[in-house]
C-alpha cells in the first residue's frame, strides 16, 4: 500500500510570515500534486512536478520534488489570509492512480 | 468551459437508506474518478470509470458502487447506508490521453450526512 504522510497537520501563522509543509512517502511516484481546498469546495489543483529534483514557482508558492521522487515540499513566502485552506499533495502511482495525503490545515491571521 | 458539476450539494439520509450520487464531468473529459472524503481518513480513492468501463477501484465494500453513461456523465450508490459514510463525496474528471500526465479537475462536492 501506497501512503502520503502530510506534515505539520496544522500550522497557524500571521499574515507576511514564511512557512514550509512537507511531504513524505516511502513511495516512488510517476509526479507529484499540490492542491489547495477551501471549506465547501472540492481540491484545485496547483501544481504537478514530475523530474526528481524539479523546483517550480508559482508567485509566492515553490514547490521541490525529491531526488528520489519520494518526496516534496511546498514553501509560501509573506504568507496572506487568502492562503488559508487544506493543501493536499497527492503522489500518481505509474499505474496512474492518485494517492492522497492527508493534508495540512494552514491558518493565516491578519 | 463548464467545471465538474455534482448533485446534489447537500444530502440527509437515515441508517439503512441508500443514495445516488451525480457527477457531470467537463465536457470532453472521459474519465471520472470518486473519492470520499471524512475529517479522519482524508482523501480516499473509491473508484474510476473511463469509457462506461470500472477502470480501478479502491478499498471500499460493494455497498458503494457506480457507473458512467455514453456521455461520461457518472453516477455513485451506496446501499444500506450506515453512519460512517457521512462525508464529502468528491468526483474528480480528467481527460485521461493515455501515457501523459493526468489532471484531475473536481467538482464541489456532495455532502452525505446519514442519521
Known amino acids: 500500500t501506497q501512503l502520503l504522510e502530510q506534515s505539520p497537520q496544522f500550522l497557524s501563522i500571521q499574515e507576511g510570515e514564511n512557512l514550509t509543509v512537507y511531504c513524505n512517502s516511502s513511495?516512488?511516484?510517476?509526479?507529484l500534486q499540490w492542491y489547495r481546498q477551501e471549506p465547501g469546495e472540492g481540491p484545485v489543483l496547483l501544481v504537478t512536478?514530475?523530474?526528481?529534483?524539479e523546483v517550480k514557482k508559482l508567485k509566492r508558492l515553490t514547490f521541490q520534488f525529491g531526488d528520489a521522487r519520494k518526496d516534496s515540499s511546498l514553501h509560501i513566502t509573506a504568507a496572506q489570509p487568502g492562503d488559508t485552506g487544506l493543501y493536499l499533495c497527492?503522489?500518481?502511482?505509474?499505474?496512474?492512480?492518485?494517492?492522497f495525503g492527508p493534508g495540512t490545515r494552514l491558518s493565516v491571521l491578519p | 468551459k463548464a467545471g465538474v458539476t455534482q448533485t446534489p450539494r447537500y444530502l440527509i439520509k437515515t441508517r439503512g437508506q441508500q443514495v445516488t450520487l451525480s457527477c457531470s464531468p467537463i465536457?470532453?473529459?472521459?474519465?471520472v474518478s470518486w473519492y470520499q472524503q471524512t475529517p479522519g481518513q482524508g482523501l480516499q480513492f473509491l473508484f474510476e470509470?473511463?469509457?462506461?468501463?470500472?477502470?480501478n477501484k479502491g478499498n471500499f465494500p460493494g455497498r458503494f458502487s457506480g457507473r458512467q453513461f455514453s456521455n461520461s456523465r457518472s453516477e455513485m450508490n451506496v446501499s444500506t447506508l450506515e453512519l460512517g459514510d457521512s462525508a464529502l463525496y468528491l468526483c474528480?474528471?480528467?481527460?485521461?490521453?493515455?501515457?501523459?500526465?493526468?489532471?484531475?479537475?473536481f467538482g464541489p462536492g456532495t455532502r452525505l450526512l446519514v442519521l
Open positions: 474528480a474528471s480528467g481527460a485521461s490521453v493515455g501515457g501523459l500526465q493526468e489532471t484531475q479537475y
Open positions: 513511495s516512488v511516484f510517476s509526479s
Open positions: 512536478v514530475v523530474t526528481g529534483g
Open positions: 497527492a503522489g500518481v502511482t505509474y499505474g496512474q492512480n492518485f494517492v
Open positions: 465536457s470532453g473529459h472521459r474519465s
Open positions: 470509470y473511463f469509457s462506461e468501463t470500472q477502470r
